[in-house]
């Protein structure tokens, strides 16, 4: 599994509210439509909110984005207490059961349709 797959997989498992991956860079807009979505979530009763972020996030000026830097837009915009969580520190131990072996399955059947669907996004955006 490739680590873009990994972040997708992980963005769906999580039920995350904003990612942020190197293949498609944010606008110089990433931070307001972030703090959108994560209000969003609130707004409807979610008490907490996942943002995910790759190794290797960029805006499209090629700008990195990194875990600190989104941490301070939550809680300087939001007025929200955030925390970061590396994910490396924190990975499930154990035998795969069918459940997670399930799991990937919907995962890359998810991760396929998101990049079909990216790629003719961008196809017509640039014609």
């Given amino acids: 599994m490739t ?72 809680e300087e915009e939001l007025k929200m207490e955030a925390r970061v969580t590396i994910l490396g520190h924190i990975q499930r131990g154990g035998t795969p059961c069918f459940y997670d072996r399930l799991l990937v399955c919907v995962a890359h059947a998810s991760v396929g349709y998101f990049y079909v669907t990216q790629m003719v996004l961008r196809a017509h955006k640039w014609e």
Avoid at 46 to 56: C, F, P, Q, W, Y
Avoid at 59 to 64: I, L, R, V
């Fill in 3 to 74: 680590w873009i797959t990994k972040a997708i997989a992980s963005c769906l498992a999580t039920g995350s509210d904003y990612v942020l991956v190197p293949e498609f860079p944010n606008d110089e807009t990433w931070k307001d439509k972030m703090c959108k979505s994560v209000k969003k979530g609130r707004d409807r009763g979610k008490r907490m909110s996942v943002i995910l972020i790759a190794e290797g996030a960029r805006d499209t000026k090629g700008n990195h984005i990194t875990a600190d830097e989104v941490k301070t837009v939550i």
